[in-house]
């Protein structure tokens, strides 16, 4: 535990590489799904956007929520300061609210126009591969980073609880969205706990308000315990349609726009809020 404190950002980006590394080869070899996109289009703009959260925070999102529950055991501020329980009990109380706090931040991005106007940029990956859990806007960056602030005010959890946690976010991120065919028998038992490939992909359909499904980025329980839970994406996993509605011209999703999309008007087909029907008067 101390040592992962210590090496907080080495540990962090070590396992981050690893993960990554691993993915990418797995999906080499047990792809999912046939590309729409070369990779060459997509993987600069998922890496600029890892690079400028990277620069923007310093990595500093998880040393916020650290310095953060530092602080609130000082100050004996938050809930689990103020009861006595074992430290695995603690730590593992932490882990599981932080995953259902990151839980409703998922559905209010996708709840409220404005938040949506960011976190669709992560959406507009017209493939999804490992380098897609990445691909989030800075501002979106910075508003999760200020809110596992305010999380962990309140909860009080232990920091090195707050460092595993980010650890295993970063990691899951980037499993859950790889281009991975993990057989049956492997996925079917391990999504009754955690998030699996097949199971998120579903999230990145452009199809009905499959949108609005499996928001959950660790465990498995929150999509069933509040019903956003579906099994897999209407289409099947061969026909899935991934993106977002207005974004599906590979042309058109560069860099830039996708920078500066949360500011300008909404183009055609567009939604307020997604699974919605388009209106005329989306601007
Ligand atoms: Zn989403």
Redesign the pocket.
């Known amino acids: 535990m101390e040592f992962i404190a210590q090496y907080e950002a080495e540990v962090r980006l070590t396992v981050f590489l690893v993960v990554l590394s691993a993915m990418i080869s797995a999906e080499a070899a047990w792809p999912r799904r046939a590309r729409v996109q070369e990779r060459g289009s997509r993987w600069p703009i998922n890496f600029a956007f890892m690079i400028i959260a990277s620069i923007v925070l310093r990595l500093a999102a998880p040393v916020l929520s650290v310095a953060a529950a530092m602080l609130a055991e000082e100050r004996g501020w938050g809930l689990l300061n103020a009861v006595d329980l074992p430290v695995w009990a603690e730590v593992a109380i932490a882990l599981v609210i932080l995953d259902l706090a990151l839980y409703g931040q998922?559905r209010a991005?996708?709840a409220v126009p404005v938040l949506w106007r960011i976190?669709k940029v992560?959406?507009t990956d017209l493939d999804l591969d490992a380098t897609s859990g990445v691909r989030f806007h800075p501002v979106e960056y910075v508003l999760s980073a200020l809110y596992k602030v305010i999380i962990v005010l309140f909860l009080g959890p232990m920091a090195a609880a707050v460092i595993l946690f980010e650890i295993a976010l970063n990691g899951f991120a980037v499993f859950n969205h790889a281009n991975l065919h993990l057989p049956r028998w492997i996925d079917a038992p391990l999504r009754l706990f955690f998030v699996t490939p097949d199971m998120h992909v579903v999230?990145h359909s452009v199809t009905g308000d499959e949108t609005n499904r499996n928001f959950g980025f660790c465990l498995t329980v929150w999509d069933r315990l509040f019903a956003s839970y579906q099994g897999q994406p209407a289409l099947g996993h061969r026909a899935i349609k991934i993106g977002v509605a207005g974004w599906r011209d590979p042309a058109t999703v560069t860099f830039r726009s996708l920078m500066v999309t949360p500011f300008t008007k909404l183009r055609p087909g567009e939604t307020y809020r997604p699974g919605e029907t388009p209106t005329a008067k989306a601007s």
């Open positions: 998922h991005m996708h976190h992560h959406h999230h």
